[in-house]
């Protein structure tokens, strides 16, 4: 089972896997947590290039190191997981190069949908958690992070977008989620973090 995480910045999906995590830990279930990009060894070294605010990268560069990461972290991580009958959580998947770079950055999303199937050999989700929330709150939690963390610069590069730019993500995200009902689930996450939870634990109720 692949379940993938996604949302603008600052949408609690991180909080809301570290609490479905905790829940899986404490009814002894094996899981796999991950995330995108930095899946990998390899992703690693990409992941610092990618967020890195000082990098000014050309929408096409961003792309390829985006499917690059992606391609190493299934065939490292994710398909041998799978193959293990194992349950693979990740922060992020190829949904968010078709929204990022495709409604974001402008590039033309059917491109995007056949240069994903061939980078991860046509694996996509079981089910896409998607954490819905306004632009204007979003990114004010995740700036407020980056400056508590001390991570501006370093993991700054989509926060210093402008809000036109986190406005197109959200919508995005929500129309590319109605072209694929049959593994999108989508959480309000304009709510308290508990709730969040409660919202994500009912769309798995019955799989765990
Ligand atoms: P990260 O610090 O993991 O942010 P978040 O906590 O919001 O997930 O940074 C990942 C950034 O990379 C995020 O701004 C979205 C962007 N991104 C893309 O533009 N395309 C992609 O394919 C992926 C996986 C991420």
């Given at each position: 089972?692949?379940?993938?995480?996604?949302?603008?910045?600052?949408?609690?999906?991180?909080?809301?896997?570290?609490?479905?995590?905790?829940?899986?830990?404490?009814?002894?279930?094996?899981?796999?947590?991950?995330?995108?990009?930095?899946?990998?060894?390899?992703?690693?070294?990409?992941r610092?290039?990618?967020?890195?605010?000082?990098?000014?990268?050309?929408s096409?560069?961003?792309?390829?190191?985006?499917?690059?990461?992606?391609?190493?972290?299934?065939?490292?991580?994710i398909?041998?997981?799978?193959?293990?009958?194992?349950?693979?959580?990740?922060?992020?998947?190829?949904?968010?190069?078709?929204?990022?770079?495709?409604?974001?950055?402008?590039?033309?999303?059917?491109?995007?949908?056949?240069?994903?199937?061939?980078?991860?050999?046509?694996?996509?989700?079981?089910?896409?958690?998607?954490?819905?929330?306004?632009?204007?709150?979003?990114?004010?939690?995740?700036?407020?992070?980056?400056?508590?963390?001390?991570?501006?610069?370093?993991?700054?590069?989509f926060?210093?977008?402008?809000?036109?730019?986190h406005?197109?993500i959200?919508?995005?995200y929500?129309?590319?989620?109605?072209?694929?009902?049959?593994?999108?689930?989508?959480?309000?996450?304009?709510?308290?973090?508990?709730?969040?939870?409660?919202q994500?634990?009912?769309?798995?109720?019955?799989?765990?």
């Amino acid at each position: 089972m692949f379940i993938s995480f996604e949302g603008i910045e600052g949408s609690g999906k991180s909080t809301a896997l570290e609490g479905l995590c905790a829940v899986l830990t404490q009814k002894s279930l094996a899981f796999t947590r991950t995330r995108e990009p930095g899946g990998s060894a390899l992703g690693k070294a990409l992941r610092a290039l990618l967020l890195d605010a000082r990098n000014k990268l050309a929408s096409e560069a961003e792309l390829f190191l985006y499917l690059a990461d992606r391609a190493q972290h299934v065939h490292e991580v994710i398909r041998p997981t799978l193959d293990a009958g194992g349950l693979v959580l990740s922060d992020r998947y190829a949904d968010s190069t078709i929204v990022y770079q495709g409604f974001g950055r402008g590039l033309d999303v059917s491109t995007l949908f056949h240069l994903n199937e061939t980078a991860v050999s046509g694996l996509w989700p079981d089910i896409t958690l998607l954490f819905d929330l306004a632009p204007e709150e979003g990114l004010m939690r995740a700036q407020n992070r980056n400056l508590r963390m001390g991570t501006a610069i370093s993991e700054g590069r989509f926060e210093a977008e402008d809000l036109a730019f986190h406005k197109r993500i959200r919508e995005g995200y929500l129309s590319w989620a109605q072209r694929h009902p049959e593994r999108f689930r989508i959480v309000d996450a304009a709510v308290p973090p508990g709730e969040v939870l409660a919202q994500t634990m009912a769309h798995l109720q019955g799989i765990f």
